[in-house]
């Protein structure tokens, strides 16, 4: 089965610095998709970025980028010039490619989640 | 991005009674949706995979008599949750996909109180 690990259950940074939050998984899949969610206060759960995992080249969303070690099934997220409205619980999943619309294999698997403060 | 609205946000009830919570997709055909639920300052555990028109999947250990799923249209999924008891007491969260798509898109999710 597949698992999503986040070891971080707290994570701090001050604002306009770089915070890297960390995400292993394990799979005997091949081929997948990663994702990372943001879940602010509101709980309102915000795609951040997303990760093909057949695309050697890393994914980047303005200040949002990751790096992403498929042989080490490694899945960071790194934040750039971090502000206040980045606080959040973020989460990192993971999803099977899926064979037809009509199986599992759509299901998000998620991590334990990182807590993310932003220091003025 | 692809809306995907829930309702009610919140909702207040009695033990012993039924709650019902809609969750819609507005502007795409969800052939997939999913339902969590999750614990303050928890991950999102899935409890089950609805397929429109197809009986809903349900992950290990969710009781299927109390979490009864419906997803009869291509746009609406129902999770009602029958005979509520306060540990029912949670935030639930729905999420939607279309046939082709990658991604999963989230309703604002519903704060079950059960008093």
């Known amino acids: 089965a597949q698992t999503v690990t986040q070891s971080q259950p707290e994570m701090s940074v001050q604002e306009a610095e770089t915070v890297t939050l960390s995400c292993t998984y394990d799979t005997s899949e091949s081929d997948y998709y990663l994702f990372w969610y943001k879940q602010p206060p509101s709980r309102q759960m915000i795609l951040v970025i997303r990760?093909?995992?057949?695309?050697?080249q890393n994914a980047t969303e303005n200040r949002f980028s990751v790096n992403f070690q498929k042989a080490a099934k490694s899945f960071s997220l790194k934040i750039s010039d971090s502000q206040l409205g980045d606080a959040a619980m973020y989460f990192c999943a993971y999803r099977r490619v899926a064979g037809s619309a009509y199986n599992q294999g759509g299901k998000l698997i998620f991590g334990q989640g990182t807590e993310l403060s932003v220091k003025p | 991005g692809a809306v995907v609205s829930q309702h009610p946000s919140r909702v207040i009830c009695k033990s012993g009674t039924s709650v019902k919570i809609e969750c819609r997709s507005l502007d795409f055909q969800a052939t997939t949706m999913f339902w969590y639920r999750q614990f303050p300052k928890q991950s999102l555990m899935l409890m089950a995979t609805s397929n429109e028109g197809s009986k809903a999947t349900y992950e290990q250990g969710v009781e299927k008599d109390k979490f009864l799923i419906n997803h009869a249209s291509l746009t609406l999924s129902t999770l009602t949750v029958t005979s509520a008891h306060p540990e029912d007491s949670s935030f639930y969260i729905c999420s939607a996909r279309g046939s082709f798509g990658t991604e999963a898109f989230f309703g604002q999710g519903t704060r079950l109180t059960v008093v």
């Open positions: 990760q093909e995992a057949y695309k050697q």
